[in-house]
């Protein structure tokens, strides 16, 4: 990292410490490639959390991992565009009611973000299955508790279970003052055909309404990656320009 601070972009927030944002060195990009990617980053407090910094934040299309805020800020490319669901419009498709209705034997339940090994048995098999090659899927233990447990936000994991209390999917998600963000799922890959990725973000959107709060936020969409393809399914949705945010 460059030791260069910029201290603008939470001016007028009021009770929180001054933050310090970082530019990471460019690092090969986990989505596009031979593409390098380049971040702003800053370290996050409970302090500075609790002072609006998080919702701050995010509205501008900061991402949050493990007590770090970022935003990719790539030199060419501005492929990574946040998006969200304004829950109070979404309205689910033919195709997501089939999923629902697919997935009617199993109950969501929000619980506290606390790692088990029952929960890392699922990510490791989520990750062997659907993505071998990457980083994550050498993750031991402490690791996915460091995952799962290093928030300075208010954070709590969904969780899909079937009748007998077997897990079959989960979904890291923070908590703001208007909003949930989907900050990982992982799932029983098979069967396909049950599209759990799918069902844990239909389950959101409905834990967003029962604590009435507005806005769904699932993170970057990059027109190129197959893998956040399934984003632009749900609709409406809306994506932020770098001043606003705009329905798609």
Request: charged share 25%.
């Amino acid at each position: 990292m460059t030791d260069t601070p910029d201290r603008g972009l939470a001016a007028g927030l009021d009770r929180i410490v001054e933050p310090i944002f970082y530019r990471t060195r460019p690092f090969p990009c986990s989505y596009l490639p031979d593409r390098d990617e380049t971040r702003v980053l800053t370290e996050m407090s409970p302090e500075m959390a609790a002072g609006g910094f998080f919702d701050f934040l995010q509205h501008y299309g900061f991402r949050r991992s493990q007590r770090y805020l970022y935003r990719p800020v790539c030199e060419g490319c501005s492929a990574c565009i946040p998006v969200r669901i304004p829950v109070g419009r979404f309205t689910p498709n033919r195709t997501m009611r089939k999923i629902w209705r697919l997935n009617s034997d199993l109950s969501a339940q929000f619980v506290p973000a606390r790692a088990t090994e029952e929960q890392f048995a699922l990510f490791s098999h989520y990750q062997h299955y659907r993505h071998s090659d990457s980083d994550m899927a050498g993750m031991v233990l402490s690791d996915y508790r460091a995952l799962i447990e290093e928030s300075p936000v208010q954070t709590g994991l969904l969780e899909l279970r079937d009748a007998n209390g077997a897990l079959w999917g989960c979904a890291l998600t923070d908590i703001g003052a208007d909003s949930l963000s989907a900050v990982y799922s992982f799932y029983a890959p098979e069967p396909a055909a049950r599209s759990l990725g799918t069902q844990l973000i239909l389950a959101l959107v409905e834990e967003c309404r029962a604590r009435g709060l507005p806005y769904l936020y699932l993170g970057y969409w990059i027109e190129d990656c197959r893998k956040m393809a399934y984003k632009i399914r749900f609709h409406p949705l809306e994506w932020f320009d770098g001043q606003r945010w705009l329905e798609r």
